[in-house]
């Protein structure tokens, strides 16, 4: 689902919705399309606070860069979700 999103990004709310159609047909149950729709942002937020902190050495500027992050990925979630959704419940 990741990689599609990112193959679909010049179709700005269609993409997503495609490849979170195709990401929740993969998964099979709507729990399951959640969890793929939610875990990549969770991870992204992650890697950003571990990367902010060792580069910064101040782990309150990686947890700022952390959240900015979880934010901006939660954004992109909207379609995502909606199509994992249907996608599952095909």
Do not use: C, E, Q
Not at 2 to 25: D, E, K, N, Q, T
Not at 47 to 69: E, H, N, Q, S
């Amino acid at each position: 689902m990741f990689i599609l999103s990112i193959l679909l990004f010049w179709l700005p709310v269609a993409g997503p919705f495609i490849a979170g159609f195709v990401g929740g047909r993969k998964a099979g149950t709507v729990g399951d399309a959640i969890l793929a729709v939610i875990l990549p942002g969770l991870v992204f937020a992650g890697l950003l606070f571990v990367l902010g902190t060792t580069l910064t050495m101040v782990p309150l500027l990686g947890l700022i860069a952390g959240a900015g992050g979880l934010a901006l990925a939660f954004a992109h979630i909207g379609p995502l979700l909606v199509g994992a959704i249907i996608g599952a419940l095909v």
